[in-house]
């Protein structure tokens, strides 16, 4: 799955990684937009990841331009809406 993402969406700023949403670690602000499909459900303590998610959106990101919902440096409390 991995490869065919990188063959059909390839850039020198893309990175794929394979690991369990719970064991990533960023640096702060270090994303505009994170955007996960079909894989929250799985995440045993959701909470605690919104939280991490929430430190890793840079300020600047607005959700309403993206088009949707999302998770912002707001902090978690729109997830717990959806």
Not at 21 to 37: A, G, H, N
Request: glycine content about 8%; charged content about 30%; aromatic content about 12%.
């Amino acid at each position: 799955m991995l490869e065919t993402a990188g063959e059909r969406n390839s850039h020198e700023k893309i990175r794929y990684r394979r690991y369990a949403m719970e064991d990533l670690d960023f640096p702060k602000e270090s994303f505009d937009v994170i955007i996960s499909s079909l894989a929250f459900h799985y995440v045993k303590d959701f909470e605690a990841l919104a939280e991490k998610i929430s430190q890793w959106i840079a300020p600047s990101y607005d959700a309403d331009r993206g088009g949707g919902k999302g998770l912002t440096k707001g902090g978690a409390e729109c997830w717990k809406t959806m």
